[in-house]
């Protein structure tokens, strides 16, 4: 039973500040750091760690960046035979890290939107009954769309990660993870609850919703749940969703209750929050078989 993960990796920089800027405004970093990233990797790489049998479906550049980040992303565990060399630059973010341990995040996507109806071919022949499909927001409009309809024709259980803001899967998808303020915008609605009762009108079947330091929260075969954070002193906020996204996906994929796989991944998000960088705060395999093991 494969985790088909779809999406973006790019080479993060990111820089550390007192106070994030606000317009026009410039500041001074007081270090940077330079490493793999890209919701697809991120997400991609947490679900290995935590079980799950991955094929990466991603693209970089023809150039050196993208030659560095294969070897970085094979010497992490992560398969990158599924990677395609497409015609453009590396994808790139600038993560911006303040002392608060917010950031904002600015990326290119000239590869993840280049990502077209080749990969999608390669999906469709390397699906098998019992596989499970995760999707983020960073791939274009059409291509989301039709992974989703793959997905729902060939009978495999769809996760969407609605992240950049993208609603365009989540109506057929059978998990919807989003954070409080993409719940709002897909819903329409302020209030959370009301929100996820929105997103589950509109075709996702189960619904987590991330909030912070309040936890998650969310439905799961009508039911209503709630899951605390783990305290913790955080560090860099920026890779914690995706570490939590794609432990929740592996474990709901390998039959675990969605609010114990919740439970599970605010552990794994929680120690990620306690380092820098995105791809490279992921828990290792033998720290996320000690969080499975944790009864807390």
């Known amino acids: 039973m494969t985790l088909h993960v779809i999406g973006n990796i790019c080479v993060d920089i990111a820089m550390r500040v007192t106070a994030l800027p606000g317009p026009g405004e410039t500041v001074n970093a007081a270090d940077s750091l330079r490493g793999p990233g890209g919701k697809g990797a991120n997400q991609a790489l947490a679900a290995s760690r935590a079980g799950a049998a991955v094929r990466f479906f991603s693209a970089v550049g023809q150039d050196g960046e993208g030659a560095g980040l294969l070897d970085r992303v094979a010497a992490a565990g992560l398969p990158v035979i599924d990677i395609a060399r497409v015609r453009a630059v590396t994808d790139m973010s600038v993560v911006l890290v303040a002392d608060s341990a917010e950031n904002i995040v600015a990326s290119c996507v000239a590869c993840a939107r280049a990502i077209g109806d080749e990969t999608v071919a390669a999906v469709a022949k390397a699906l098998s009954p019992g596989d499970a499909m995760l999707l983020q927001g960073n791939l274009n409009n059409a291509v989301t769309q039709a992974l989703a309809a793959l997905a729902h024709n060939a009978g495999i259980r769809l996760a969407v990660n609605a992240s950049p803001l993208d609603g365009s899967a989540f109506p057929s998808c059978d998990l919807l993870v989003v954070n409080r303020g993409e719940a709002e915008s897909l819903s329409g609605n302020g209030d959370i609850d009301a929100a996820i009762d929105r997103l589950h009108a509109l075709g996702a ?92």
């Open 205 to 296: 079947r189960d619904v987590v919703v991330t909030l912070g330091a309040e936890g998650a929260t969310g439905l799961c075969g009508g039911a209503r749940f709630w899951r605390p954070a783990k305290p913790v002193k955080a560090v860099d906020t920026s890779g914690a969703g995706d570490v939590f996204c794609g432990v929740v996906v592996a474990l709901w994929h390998a039959g675990m209750a969605l609010p114990e796989a919740v439970e599970r991944a605010a552990g794994a998000a929680a120690l990620a929050v306690t380092r820098p960088g995105t791809f490279d705060s992921c828990p290792t395999r033998d720290e996320m078989q000690a969080i499975m093991l944790r009864k807390d």
